[in-house]
């Protein structure tokens, strides 16, 4: 039987580790991508991949979530086999999902395509539509071995879809070149399809591998249902439903996006392509940089739900409090330094990425400077949202982005139209709707649970060593510039160095307790961390402040 009292901070590791690795391979796929097809092709690549985006979250985004909750409450009163067939149920409703909403995207592409002012576009999205067949079925599995606070196979699985997403993605990409962008760019878009497929087989694997133990969690229990296949379904339904519009919000609005800023920028006299390659920059080259720091935020999110479910359903109040207290410092830990490093770094690091583009990389380092301060909001909405699923309240979540995606769509209106920041207008709308949606999240967790975190506790110490971190690797950026270091060069070392200044002051200053170093030892029996504890107990004065 699993460990019912484990804090979320081992299998945050792990999702957060992965992540990473997950997001550097995503960004061989994006970098050479954009250099191969441009902003214009990219701009045919991100018409598409939205879209796709919003029907996979619609088939799939609450269902793992409800699965992963579920799964946990049963364990925590002794359930395995209720938890077992809650995901033998739920696999069977994502194929269903899934399928229609394959279909519906494959055979209405032409529609879509046509309504949104984009036809070659249809190209991308039908060659993107199989993938929603895949993805959602390894939604159940992954689902379920989180609910059982097992992360190992969610972040495999992951990690195979990804690598053979850039594998197919990239080489359909120069292979197709030579007949035009929007088939260039429908190669890149069938990636997706061609990573869901053998994720999925990954995630199979490890199932089967698993399944005598699995077998032997409920092989000496009665197995007399405690509640029917239909009330299962109610209850993934009811708990899905909320999350998966909340899911949805975001998307959506992408989508709208699509439309609304290319009219808004075509209003100040920018042409069709000027205005589609405005927008190629902000969602094909800025804001994947800023998706790498929400990684490491959604792999706590994803590691709270089952820990605070489990702990709540048990009335074990102090250690949902602390794992809720937690969260929020760790969120804040991770996204204040990537925020400050994104805002002072934005034209080295645009111009080292895309360096056959430079002009379109320095309006893109526009975007980012601005984005970058939404990466600290977007890691509180993780964080919190975490927690209010985990209670119970999934609904609250979702009222709140709706409010902040509202003010998102008045301010890119407004802002878009202004001449001097453009497509900036937009960056600053998504900013303004995570913002929003952060401060009444933290407002219903105090409403809710009674937790309060305060200012000191969890936000301080990150402002103070993401400022002194920035100004290191902004400075030694510049001056090795100076001395006629190449662009390149010159970021990668200002940005080590940085990393270097932020580590080194997060144990100095012990924003991590030896405690929280000792949860991670669940982690693959990590060597690693038993010496950072050894190291860090002898090094570092404990009243070190």
């Given at each position: 039987?699993?460990?019912?009292r484990?804090?979320?901070?081992?299998?945050?590791?792990?999702?957060g580790?992965?992540?990473?690795?997950?997001?550097?391979?995503?960004?061989?796929?994006?970098?050479?991508?954009?250099?191969?097809?441009?902003?214009?092709?990219?701009?045919?690549y991100q018409?598409?991949?939205?879209?796709?985006?919003?029907?996979?979250?619609?088939?799939?985004?609450?269902i793992?979530?409800?699965?992963?909750?579920m799964?946990?409450?049963?364990?925590?009163?002794?359930?395995?086999y209720?938890?077992y067939?809650?995901f033998?149920?739920?696999?069977?409703?994502?194929?269903?999902?899934?399928?229609?909403?394959?279909?519906?995207?494959?055979?209405g592409?032409g529609a879509?395509?046509?309504?949104?002012?984009?036809?070659?576009?249809?190209?991308?999205m039908?060659?993107?539509?199989?993938?929603?067949?895949?993805?959602?079925l390894?939604?159940?599995y992954?689902?379920?071995?989180?609910?059982r606070?097992?992360?190992?196979?969610?972040?495999?699985?992951q990690?195979?879809?990804?690598l053979f997403?850039?594998?197919?993605?990239?080489?359909?990409?120069?292979i197709?070149l030579p007949?035009?962008?929007?088939?260039?760019?429908?190669?890149a878009?069938?990636?997706?399809?061609?990573?869901g497929?053998f994720?999925?087989?990954?995630?199979?694997?490890?199932?089967?591998?698993?399944?005598?133990?699995?077998e032997?969690e409920?092989?000496?229990?009665?197995?007399?249902?405690?509640?029917?296949?239909?009330?299962i379904?109610?209850?993934?339904?009811?708990i899905?439903v909320?999350?998966?519009?909340g899911?949805s919000?975001?998307?959506?609005i992408?989508?709208i996006?699509t439309a609304?800023?290319?009219?808004?920028?075509?209003?100040?006299?920018?042409?069709?392509?000027?205005?589609?390659?405005l927008?190629?920059?902000?969602?094909?080259?800025?804001q994947?940089?800023i998706n790498?720091?929400?990684?490491?935020?959604?792999?706590?999110s994803?590691?709270?739900?089952?820990?605070?479910?489990?702990?709540?359903k048990?009335?074990?109040t102090?250690?949902?409090?602390?794992?809720?207290?937690?969260s929020?410092?760790?969120?804040?830990?991770?996204?204040?330094?990537c925020?400050?490093?994104?805002m002072?770094?934005?034209?080295?690091?645009?111009?080292?990425?895309?360096p056959?583009?430079?002009?379109?990389?320095?309006?893109?380092a526009?975007?980012?400077?601005?984005?970058?301060?939404?990466?600290?909001?977007?890691?509180?909405?993780h964080a919190?949202?975490?927690?209010?699923?985990?209670i119970?309240?999934?609904h609250?979540?979702?009222?709140?982005?709706?409010?902040?995606a509202?003010?998102?769509?008045?301010l890119?209106?407004?802002?878009?139209g202004?001449?001097w920041?453009?497509?900036?207008?937009?960056?600053?709308?998504t900013?303004?709707?995570?913002?929003?949606?952060?401060?009444?999240?933290?407002?219903a967790?105090?409403?809710?649970?009674?937790?309060?975190?305060?200012f000191t506790?969890?936000?301080?110490?990150?402002?103070?060593?993401?400022?002194?971190?920035?100004?290191v690797a902004?400075?030694?950026?510049?001056?090795l510039k100076?001395?006629?270091?190449?662009?390149?060069v010159?970021?990668?070392?200002?940005?080590a160095?940085?990393?270097?200044?932020?580590?080194?002051?997060?144990?100095?200053t012990?924003?991590?307790?030896?405690?929280?170093?000792?949860?991670?030892?669940d982690?693959?029996?990590?060597k690693?961390?038993?010496?950072?504890?050894?190291?860090?107990?002898?090094?570092?004065?404990?009243?070190?402040?």
């Open positions: 039987m699993k460990n019912k484990r804090s979320f901070v081992g299998g945050a590791v792990i999702l580790a992965v992540g990473i690795l997950i997001k550097a391979l995503g960004a061989v796929f994006r970098i050479p991508l954009a250099n191969i097809i441009g902003d214009d092709g990219m701009g045919y018409t598409a991949y939205p879209i796709y985006v919003l029907f996979l979250t619609i088939a799939t985004a609450g793992p979530t409800a699965v992963s909750r799964v946990a409450e049963r364990y925590a009163k002794d359930k395995p209720e938890a067939r809650v033998r149920t739920s696999s069977k409703l994502l194929f269903a999902t899934g399928l229609v909403s394959a279909s519906i995207l494959f055979f592409a879509i395509t046509s309504a949104i002012k984009e036809p070659d576009a249809i190209y991308c039908r060659a993107i539509a199989p993938a929603l067949i895949f993805v959602p390894m939604g159940s992954r689902g379920f071995f989180q609910g606070q097992d992360m190992r196979p969610t972040a495999t699985s990690f195979v879809e990804q997403r850039v594998i197919c993605g990239l080489a359909l990409t120069v197709l007949k035009g962008l929007p088939m260039a760019a429908a190669g878009s069938f990636g997706a399809t061609a990573g497929f994720g999925f087989l990954a995630m199979l694997v490890i199932y089967f591998r698993n399944k005598a133990g699995i032997a409920i092989s000496t229990l009665d197995r007399t249902p405690d509640e029917t296949t239909a009330s379904v109610k209850t993934i339904i009811f899905a909320p999350i998966t519009i899911a919000i975001m998307p959506i992408t989508s996006d609304l800023v290319k009219s808004r920028l075509m209003t100040l006299g920018y042409s069709s392509a000027e205005a589609r390659a927008y190629g920059q902000l969602t094909g080259m800025a994947p940089i790498l720091p929400q990684v490491l935020t959604q792999a706590v994803v590691s709270l739900v089952p820990v605070i479910a489990s702990s709540y048990r009335g074990d102090e250690f949902m409090e602390e794992n809720i207290v937690l929020i410092r760790y969120a804040m830990m991770i996204a204040m330094p925020a400050f490093g994104l002072v770094m934005s034209t080295p690091i645009m111009l080292m990425l895309y056959a583009q430079p002009e379109a990389a320095v309006g893109a526009n975007c980012l400077e601005v984005l970058a301060v939404g990466v600290i909001f977007l890691s509180i909405v919190t949202t975490g927690t209010l699923q985990g119970g309240k999934q609250i979540p979702v009222l709140n982005l709706v409010i902040g509202v003010c998102k769509i008045f890119t209106m407004t802002l878009t202004i001449g920041l453009n497509i900036r207008g937009a960056a600053v709308g900013v303004a709707a995570y913002g929003v949606a952060a401060g009444l999240n933290l407002i967790i105090k409403r809710y649970t009674g937790v309060t975190v305060g506790q969890a936000y301080r110490k990150p402002i103070e060593e993401s400022f002194a971190m920035g100004l902004s400075l030694l950026t510049y001056f100076q001395f006629g270091v190449g662009n390149a010159a970021c990668l070392i200002g940005i160095a940085g990393a270097v200044v932020y580590v080194f002051r997060v144990f100095q012990r924003m991590i307790s030896i405690e929280e170093l000792e949860d991670m030892e982690v693959g029996d990590l690693i961390t038993r010496l950072l504890i050894k190291i860090y107990d002898k090094f570092i004065p404990k009243d070190f402040m």
